[in-house]
């Protein structure tokens, strides 16, 4: 099954609990991306390439991002709870996108208004906003 993994990889689920289809992106974020040109960091290209835009349908879940155990400095961030990455949920239907920090293992729940992590207080909730108001 699609949303079964290793119990030793971290993934990023979404839930969309909402009518309409959103895409979604995992990124680093651009603090991180500073961090590119230092040897230590080498791996991030390797791991920027594989991070890929996936669709998820209304009342669906599906996985969005797997790294997998090997990537040992990615893991141990991730597992740390550190927030390198950030999660976009762009709605088809007209276009507004909500982006959260997201850490490597969890899942994010889209609403009609915005996307939230699962299991998270309320203040990591992030409202859909209009693409002239986003930061992308």
């Known amino acids: 099954m699609e949303l079964e993994a290793k ?12 009518y309409d289809d959103v895409t979604v992106a995992v990124s680093a974020r651009p603090i ?15 791991l920027w390439s594989s991070i890929a835009t996936t669709n998820v349908g209304p009342k669906a879940k ?6 997998t155990s090997w990537n040992m400095i990615t ?4 597992s740390w709870g550190w927030r390198l990455y950030n999660i976009t949920v762009r709605r088809k239907v007209d ?4 982006t959260c ?8 729940i889209v609403e009609e208004r915005g996307i939230h ?6 203040r990591n909730y992030c409202k859909f906003e209009s693409p002239a108001n986003s930061e992308d």
Not at 34 to 41: E, I, S
């Open 7 to 18: 119990t030793n990889d971290l993934t990023i689920l979404v839930h969309n609990q909402g």
């Open 32 to 46: 991180y991306k500073l961090l590119d040109g230092n040897v230590v960091f080498f791996w991030l290209q390797w």
């Open 62 to 67: 599906k996985k969005v991002n797997t790294v």
């Open 75 to 78: 893991h141990q961030l991730g």
């Open 95 to 98: 276009g507004y996108v909500a």
């Open 101 to 108: 920090t997201t850490p490597l293992d969890c899942t994010w």
């Open 117 to 122: 992590q699962e299991g998270a207080a309320e």
